[in-house]
């Protein structure tokens, strides 16, 4: 399925708040028949149509964290490189691509996280951040 026509059936779907929708559905599911579920998807468009724009957008969503990996690097890169720094290796992806560093070139290394910190229970990421900062690899 195109990816436009999913995210309008699911725009759809979730145009009076997602969360309200369903738990209206689910009051109105409960005790009824297997007639009446379907004829109350006909009536209101839940059908396989809507699921097929659902996966559709979650397989591209599900690649989000590696696209803002990547652009992140790259987008930052000619910033944080001095003019005679040559990079000699580079992982975009997201995650563990098996090297020790995003970034490596003749000056310096480079691990990127691409997050918003919104304090709470995301210091222990903060944490985390910090003593790969200040600490070598493996310590």
Do not use: Y
């Not at 699911?10 to 708040?17: D, N, S, V, W």
């Not at 992140?72 to 910033?79: A, H, R």
């Not at 098996?98 to 990127?112: C, K, V």
């Amino acid at each position: 399925m195109d990816i436009n026509k999913a995210i309008m059936l699911i725009a759809e779907l979730t145009e009076a708040g997602l969360t309200a929708r369903l738990s209206g559905i689910e009051h109105t599911i409960v005790g009824s028949t297997n007639k009446q579920v379907a004829i109350f998807c006909e009536k209101h468009n839940l059908n396989s149509d809507i699921l097929r724009a659902a996966f559709t957008i979650k397989s591209v969503a599900g690649r989000i964290n590696d696209i803002v990996h990547a652009l992140g690097i790259l987008v930052s890169l000619p910033k944080i490189i001095g003019e005679n720094e040559e990079v000699i290796a580079m992982s975009l992806w997201a995650g563990n691509s098996g090297r020790l560093w995003d970034l490596e070139t003749s000056h310096q290394i480079a691990e990127f996280k691409f997050i918003l910190w919104q304090g709470g229970p995301e210091s222990i990421r903060q944490n985390a951040l910090f003593k790969d900062f200040f600490l070598p690899s493996g310590t």
